[in-house]
């Protein structure tokens, strides 16, 4: 497999890191994959049409992974949180993935992950953005719930560097045996009671497990259990 770490743009301005390798499939007929860095993002997206905010203290990039018989749109996701978790830890800082792709720090969000998954010709591609809180010290008002790397070690850090590692990351898991197993043990609200919104209500859950197509297995504080997807659930940091 080629390594991400050979096959980097870096960008001083951009709309948005994953449309912009969303257009390079669709419109110039690119086939090779791809990590897509920029300083800035003028129109930084989040899931469910939501914008992402970043400025130049935040490392922003997408990258791109066919998808095939190995790696479906939820492999690729989950690989690309561990990689990010696994980042993190270099720094000393144990982050938990709040599914399907936040990721938090003293329930706090940290990072966000962004998956778009395109069909071009026969072949399907998942973009996968990844913005994360480096040297960030201030936020907009409305982000009260967010923090960054330096909030938590109380010093900046080379942002290149970050990304470097979290390549090298994603270059050794993709050449491995997905472990599930190891994805739950970084999972918020894994075997614990954590809050969230099912069925348009507040109650508290814990997860059991994670399935290859992305669904979760979930025991409420009932003893009832449920198998749903990231559609139907909302977890909640206290």
């Known amino acids: 497999m080629t390594s991400f770490l050979n096959n980097i743009v870096h960008l001083k301005s951009i709309d948005s890191t994953n449309d912009y390798l969303v257009r390079l499939y669709k419109k110039y007929d690119f086939k090779k994959e791809l990590v897509v860095v920029a300083n ?13 905010f970043s400025d130049l203290n935040s490392l922003t990039f997408s990258l791109s992974k ?3 018989s190995k790696f479906n749109m939820w492999s690729i996701n989950i690989i690309t949180g561990l990689a990010v978790i696994h980042a993190l830890s270099k720094y000393n800082i144990k ?3 709040k599914y399907p792709n936040d990721i938090i720090i ?16 026969k072949q399907k591609y998942c973009v996968i953005g990844i913005g994360i809180n480096v040297n960030n010290n ?23 560097n970050l990304l470097h590692m979290i390549l090298l990351e994603l270059d050794k ?9 190891l994805y739950c043990h970084h999972l918020y609200g894994f075997k614990n009671y954590v809050p969230c919104i099912y069925n348009n209500c507040r109650i508290y859950v814990k997860i ?6 992305g669904s979760l297995l979930i025991l409420t504080d009932k003893g009832v259990e449920h198998q749903l997807n990231d559609v139907d659930i909302k977890f909640l940091l206290d």
């Open 208 to 213: 059991l497990t994670i399935n290859q197509d």
């Open 138 to 160: 201030v936020f907009p008002k409305q982000l009260s719930m967010v923090t960054s790397i330096k909030n938590i070690i109380s010093n900046n850090i080379d942002i290149n």
């Open 40 to 52: 800035e993002q003028t129109s930084g997206r989040g899931r469910i049409g939501k914008t992402w």
């Open 95 to 97: 982050a938990l993935i």
């Open 106 to 121: 003293r329930n706090k969000k940290i990072a966000g992950i962004l998956t778009d998954v395109i069909h071009v010709r």
């Open 173 to 181: 898991i993709f050449n491995k045996d997905l472990d599930f197993l």
């Open 66 to 68: 066919i998808v095939d």
